[in-house]
C-alpha cells in the first residue's frame, strides 16, 4: 500500500497489529525471496511491488471468508450497489466494497451485475445488525442468480486502509484485486485494469 516508503520493523507491526516476532519471521521470509530491501538505517520498502502482489494472489483465498450469497432486487449493478451502501450506513455496519463493484467506484471499466461487500464481524451487534440489513435489503438468501455477496471476513485486515469513493466506502484497492481473482463476470479484465493503475509511478520513483 506504501511501497515507496522505507518503514522499521517495529512500526511495521505496529501499523498491521501483528506480534513483532511474527512480523520479524514473515520480514526474514520476504528479504529471502527478495520481495523487500533496506537502506542504510535497515528500514523496508518492497522491492518491487509486483512481485509482492503476485506473491500475495498466489497464495490468498477468498472461500476462506464466510460468504452469505443472495438475490436483491435491483435494476443494475450501480443501482444495487447504492442500495447496499445506504442500508449498511442507516443500520450503522461498518463495511466496505469489494470486488467487481468496488473496481468500478475506484476505476471505472465494466458493468457488473454482482456487488460484494465485507461486513465488520467483531461489532458488539454485529449478528442484529446483519439481520437488520438483510432485512432491510428483503435478501432472499440463495447461491443459485445471486447478486449480492455478504463477507464476514475471516481477517480484519481486509478492511485496513478503507476509503471512499464516489460516495461509498471501498477495501484498499490492492485487496480489491486480490478479491478479483475469486469474482465472475468480467473479473479478470477489471483486475488486470485495476492493476494498471495500482503502481503507475514505481519505475520513476526507482530510477529506472
Not at 176 to 190: G, H, N, T, V
Amino acid at each position: 500500500m506504501h511501497y515507496n516508503d522505507f518503514i522499521s520493523q517495529r512500526d511495521l507491526a505496529l501499523a498491521t497489529e501483528m506480534d513483532e516476532g511474527f512480523t520479524s519471521r514473515i520480514v526474514s521470509q520476504m528479504e529471502e525471496q527478495r520481495l523487500v530491501e533496506r537502506n542504510k538505517v535497515g528500514k523496508l520498502r518492497a522491492r518491487d511491488p509486483n512481485l509482492i502482489l503476485d506473491a500475495w494472489a498466489d497464495e490468498y483465498d477468498f472461500s476462506k471468508h464466510e460468504v452469505r450469497k443472495g438475490h436483491v432486487v435491483a435494476r443494475s449493478g450501480e443501482d444495487l450497489a447504492q442500495q447496499v451502501v445506504g442500508a449498511c450506513e442507516a443500520v450503522g455496519i461498518e463495511y466496505g466494497l469489494t470486488g467487481l463493484a468496488a473496481a468500478w467506484k475506484v476505476s471505472p471499466f465494466a458493468n457488473f451485475r454482482l456487488v460484494t461487500v465485507y461486513l465488520n464481524r467483531d461489532e458488539g451487534a454485529a449478528l442484529r445488525e446483519s439481520v437488520a440489513l438483510r432485512e432491510k435489503l428483503s435478501f432472499r438468501e440463495e447461491s443459485r442468480g445471486a447478486n449480492l455477496w455478504l463477507v464476514s471476513p475471516n481477517d480484519e485486515g481486509v478492511l485496513f486502509e478503507r476509503c471512499r469513493y464516489q460516495g461509498a466506502i471501498c477495501v484498499h484497492p490492492i485487496q480489491i484485486f486480490l478479491d478479483l481473482k475469486s469474482q465472475p463476470e468480467r473479473a479478470r479484465e477489471a483486475a488486470d485494469h485495476l492493476r494498471s493503475e495500482l503502481f503507475p509511478d514505481f519505475r520513476a520513483n526507482r530510477g529506472r
